[in-house]
């Protein structure tokens, strides 16, 4: 099986190294080719369009930041669907939303090609240990039959139902990653206001059932005031609007969401954007 | 030493037995004598009213649900205050606001006793095994003397400042406390109408960075969808009115705090007080 | 000079109604062909398809419920794009985003085409009696050579600048809109729960200084409690989402907006849609 | 009929001078005597406490700046309550909540005083012009035979029910007073940031359905970005303070209220107390 990968950013650079260090035939496409070197150096093919990588893979799999540039991989100069028949399967590893995700599948699906839905949890460090946890739909048979070579990327992978469900289960686990970040930084910066040192509130909140790998991860950033982009603050702002828009969709009511996406919106415009979404606490007072 | 305790609720009843167990001489005194009644038999003295506890202690200790109360075991009828002398020392480990915090200690600190501010953080079960987290301010060197009697019931001090700052601290933990359980409400809630297994939201969140007691605590009453009071819902909402009041005094901004108090207030409306406070899920259609 | 409309919903059938009227040589066209009869019996043509009108018309009207909408019209089959040529000129009255103006206008221009960017302020009855205010953007030479095009659908035309600026004129008009409602229906349903009726509340509001013309318009709607559409909810909350999005993307902030977006999309939930937009108090308790 | 007045600020001033103009005997008191001055001038009778006041005088009005400056007049030394019986009528004025209104009626009752409870609309303007809305709650003959005083300080008295009532229809008005002062602001500061002039959104919003006395009130000040009281910022962000309470206690559900007080906290972070309350723009980036 010849697995093919689209897009190296931050995530998709370390999934794919792990894809080859697994084992598998692997071929890679970059919009940026020079991002494709270190790949090539271990001994991935690279392609010169996602077209090519689509003919000559069985399974596509794409990581890009969002539906434009899926679009232009897809349907651009040289796109992958030109080459999708029977027998190919796609995974859409990006975060995006559930009903664009069906959009992809009802585009997709008439080609012959199987379409899985299959965004991560977990971010860089994750990423680059193999330890994402895989949020994955579409036909169960598919994903049960892929399984491997997504284990080759994550720790685990939750199949969450049809085509979609994947993202839904994404945004719904973002809503609690976006909401607690939130929450620490509305805990920090209140306690600092009323007079406590932001050490000794992490000290606390890192000696009780809240502790979670997630604080202890981000604790020295706190400390530091330095927000080292893990996962992107522009990101997350941009999950949280997903999060509105399919909350407005279902009628699910989310009142924390919308005091979060306030203060994400500020920290965008305050030009954190490409810090860690710790950063978040730099737009409290 | 001779300590006394006033109040017996759930909380209260599992401190003071700590203390017996530990082998402090120990008297307390509750509203209703009946709930007296377990720590007699178990070696307790039983004050027959406040001022006769406060003159016949060291230390007292004040566990109860709020201001109305603690004044009416201070200044109402046979209230603590009139035996409050100099050598004594008076602990409210009730959760207050920082600003009725500092009153306590002006109107206190005149009689000459030393007043200290040791709220918990922690519920029943923490209480019942002795593993609160206790957060404390006033003198130092006061705190310090009286570690061993505070950590009978606990298994941290945390000492936080002057007078009030323990106050300031529960606070603290609180927005994280209240705003994380609103976060996986909402986003059980989310998921659900997406049309996702709320099991399956569950386990994902337990196998990834988000895991954490507090979550591991709550887990079989959202799969049961049945809510034993650990930490009864009104206690909670109590405490998100002092940290909204406590913000707008010092300016720090609380925008998901202002999102969950909103939940929490339809869920007191819909009857749900005396539930414990994850059942704030019920509020979120 | 003969002037097209395309779009005969609540809105567009009285605007195409007034252009009749002032004199102008009128060709409609609207999805579900019945719409048009009644215009036909007054002396409208009637064309086949958006290409038709376009092929025909100088003047090119659209008035539709969104982008979808419009992509029909303009690019489904036998569009109106086909047609676009120099001297004739797109004038867009729907409600839609102002990043959405500027690709319509981006992908109109090209032709030759000149395109403008009027969306109104003002609902069924303003449309009726031709007293809409006209919030146009796009070359001001050709606003001004249209303005008796305009103004005989409304009675004022407020220049707003290039392309995109009458939509984000609109958004900004629609804001108060919605939180004066939102206010409105917050404050009755707090009123009420408080034990004062109705009626006293809205007569105390109209008595003083916050009275206005849009009050007057809705205060028959609260005291039957009966809410036929002028103004749609659905429409209100499509047009909140809207001023999220661009909030986002400018970094604006919008608090009491995040507030009522919620109550809006609970509304929504509980089917109230197609009601007038002042229904949104059914959906506070 | 004597008729004593205590509390001379902005508001008080103004309407006790309406008193005397109106031809009733008047006393006054404040704290700070010289304030008493002009009125004095002008033939009223200045008090040397509040005991004497209410001793003289068969109506003792308050209006002050909360419940503090109200305990200070009725029960701090020299306190009016001493004086209080049958026959003498209390009104409170001032802002407060329901709950406290009716805390008030529970305490000077028992002296057999009547108490009324009649919070105004309106602000400086009105007060000067005796153009107040007067809301009235307490026993309704009691309203009725001194409404001739009422009247002589504003035009309307609506009478809304028993004791705490009035407060409550203040609270309910003040919804929409602050909702609608906040989404204006927030209206204005959206479409600045998306390239609009502000005087074209106030001049598209006068020439609309929107069109108030309130807005054309505050024109001026946002045109000339400065904001001199009529009705202090401090003063909205109490009475919204209020609101919340109230809404706590009663479970009414208020988001866009949720939304503004956190721009009036922010804004009273940032100085601007003292301001008008259109000054909230300035907390709007």
Redesign the interface.
Known sequence: MRVGFMGLGIMGAAMSANLLEAGYELMVYNRTAERAEPLREKGAAVAGSPVELAGQCDVIIIMVTGPEAIEELLWGEHGAAEALVPGKTVINMSSVS?SYTRFLDETISPSGAVFLDCPV??SKK?AEEGSL?I?AGGPEDAVRELEPVLLSMGR?V?Y??QSG?GS??K???N??????I???A??????E????DAS??L???L????????FQ?KEPMFRANDFPPQFPLKHM?KDL?F??????E??????????????F??A??QGLEDEDFAAVIKA??
């Open positions: 559930p949890s977990g994750p946890v949020l685990k939750v969450c139902g469900m839904a289960m945004m719904t686990v809503i609690l990653l976006g909401t607690m939130e929450g620490l509305e805990s920090l910066a209140f306690g206001r009323a007079g406590l000794l509130i000290e606390t909140v000696a009780g059932p809240m502790a979670c790998g997630l991860l702002f609007r999060i509105l828009e399919t909350a407005y279902n009628g699910a009511e989310v009142p924390s969401v919308h005091g979060t996406v306030q203060t919106s500020r965008m415009a409290l007072p």
